[in-house]
């Protein structure tokens, strides 16, 4: 059988998909605004699965149901309900104390979890991706929220205490910021959206939120929960056109908080709609192509491992993914020949396939927009150097390693996101520094090397371009109580399980002079419980 056909027998007939990973179509015909899963009758957008169907027509997008395109009527509907939440920061959320937030919280990851095999699955439909990575965003997601909660305990208990200096009393918390427009990518439906949803939702924000175009219904088991487990008005939804529909919520003016993770140029776009921009904090998750530098002191077996995983874990679909290689020219021939033979042996097949490593890409016009690139490469002197790379049937993209790359070349510059590995030959160690200070992108960077003077040679110069800097190990974004941040184009803000915290709220502080008077005063709320904020509660 010839490559492409083994690649296109893939595809499987819908009855010989295994039993439990059939879908039914899933119509979402509702949204949540102000508390209430509000009927849709208006337009839908239809979801067609990267995984085709072997048909007698040939291989077809399996259709797996719809969801509402609201309009600006809805988005406005939902911004008010959220601002009507938040109240002026008066609301029964804002000013709920932290153990009552934590509750609520605690009630949703219990509802969340009985969901669990439904989201896993519409994942695996929706963007593609493997079971195991598709079980493993759930789990993380979870582990995330409930560390979420232990962070905001800790953050609490340090605050419960009483500051003095220069004769002045304080009580310094952190306190919420207002609206949150919030919106996740397609790579990670659940869990990047979630790393900026839950920390803004139990800081005490209100929430207007997007779910990713790819990545849809992934969120629709989720909403019954959201709508439970939070006052009305906290957690609204905004579907539509997000070229039209979230413009218009920026120019209202009355977004606190902008937590996008997308495209640099988008984040921009939408940054500048807002009328005042002084009110606007942006928490940006953004473009990156992450290099990967081989010398000639590296272990290229070990290597070539992480290669394969940084750059082709989900296919590439990675903000994080190692998107550029640079190679030392003396080791170039063997590198290749060895990331060639490892890529030959990646498991490729669908998402339920046990052990599937490569499957469909997501994006429609991904396999396309890949070829264009490896062309372009072409022209310009490079070669797909390993065995069938880049063959294409429909969605499915088998990895094509491109050698030699050059700065002429779309792939030198571009974040190609999906299955395709530029390597790039270099003389000169300064050259590889070159390209990262002329990157516009300065997220992480992977260094493979044994040499220890080498190391830390590029240490000291690479911790001021990029925001991590990995020895001998794949670029990701984990552990999740790391710092996740990039300088450039590539973010702005920084996550982790406790920054985020930190990103969706402002400190506050109630101070007195210290007097009799303003001493009893504060006892006295103390000691009676008047106040949520100004409180020596202990949460255990
Ligand atoms: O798309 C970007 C994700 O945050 C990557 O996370 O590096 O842990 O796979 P990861």
Known sequence: MSFQDQIKSLFVEESQIPEEFHLGEIHQKEYLCNGELKPWAGEVSEVYSPICISTPEGLKRKFIGTYPIGTDKEA??????????????RGDWPTMGIEGRIKCMEKFVYMMSEQRELVIKLIMWEIGKGQADAAKEFDRTVEYINNTIDALKDIDRQSSRFEIAENVVAQIRRSPLGVVLCMGPFNYPLNETFTTLIPAIIMGNTLLFKPPKHGTLVH?????????????????????????????????????????????KVANDLKKEHPKLNRLRAVLSLDAKNAGIVTK??????????????????????????????????????????????????????????????????????????????????????????????????????????????????????????????????????ETIDYLIESPHGQQVSIFSNNVEEIASLIDPLVNLVSRVNINSQCQRGPDNFPFTGRKDSAEGTLSVTDALRAFSIRSLVATKMNDTNKKLFNEIVKDHHSNFLTTNFIF
């Open 76 to 89: 406005t509907e939902a911004l008010d309900a959220a601002i009507a939440a938040y109240d002026n920061g």
């Open 220 to 264: 629709y088991p989720l909403l019954k929960a959201l709508q439970e487990c939070f006052p009305k008005g906290v957690v609204n939804t905004v579907y539509g056109r997000g070229a039209s529909v979230i413009p218009e919520l920026m120019r209202s003016g009355k977004i606190n908080v902008l937590a996008f993770i997308g495209s640099s």
């Open 297 to 430: 002191y590296a272990d290229i077996k070990l290597s070539v491992n992480e290669i394969i995983l940084g750059a082709l874990s989900f296919n590439g679909q990675r903000c994080t993914a190692l998107k550029i290689i640079f190679v030392h020219e003396s080791i170039a021939d063997e590198f290749n020949k060895q990331l060639s033979g490892a890529i030959a042996e990646l498991k490729c097949g669908m998402p339920w396939t046990k052990g599937v490593f490569i499957t469909p890409v997501a994006e429609p016009g991904k396999p396309d927009y890949l070829k264009a690139c490896i062309e372009d490469a072409k022209v310009h002197g490079a070669k797909v150097v390993n065995e069938n790379g880049d063959t294409t049937i429909a969605s499915f993209v088998f990895p094509a390693v491109v050698y030699p790359v050059n700065n002429k070349m779309k792939l030198y510059r571009e974040e190609q996101f999906g299955p395709v590995i530029p390597v790039v030959p270099f003389k000169n160690i300064e």
